[in-house]
């Protein structure tokens, strides 16, 4: 069974940062691929990043690349998005996700997620 806690949501300023973090439960994170997904009001959810289960390869969709970086820590069991230069058209709620995949950009392959972490970012 494994279980993913977000947090670090919040309310920033365009152009601002936030750290969104996800603390994974099982001993099956190190063997998954990680992703994150955010959803806005009446939009449908849409992937951001994703890391790879040995952290040697990264996704980004294009709309966050150059802002946003993902990252691991198998001794944390934890996986981070920092998200740099942030934009109204981020706000969203951000999910984590994790599963064995073969297409890291899409949620359909992911199994297991998180509840979600609310992202504001007013203009």
């Known amino acids: 069974q494994v279980q993913l806690v977000e947090s670090g949501g919040g309310l920033v300023q365009a152009g601002g940062s936030l750290r969104l973090s996800c603390a994974a439960s099982?001993?099956?994170?190190?063997?998954?691929?990680m992703g994150w997904f955010r959803q806005a009001p009446g939009k449908e959810r849409e992937f951001v990043a994703a890391i790879a289960s040995s952290g040697g390869s990264t996704y980004y969709a294009d709309s966050v690349k150059g802002r946003f970086t993902i990252s691991r820590d198998s001794t944390k069991n934890t996986v981070y998005l920092q998200m740099n230069s942030l934009k109204p058209e981020d706000t969203a709620v951000y999910y984590c996700?994790?599963?064995?995949?073969?297409?890291?950009?899409?949620?359909?392959?992911?199994?297991?997620w998180g509840q979600g972490t609310q992202v504001t970012v007013s203009s």
């Open positions: 099982g001993r099956t994170f190190s063997r998954y691929t």
């Open positions: 996700a994790t599963d064995r995949v073969v297409r890291p950009n899409s949620h359909y392959e992911y199994g297991y």
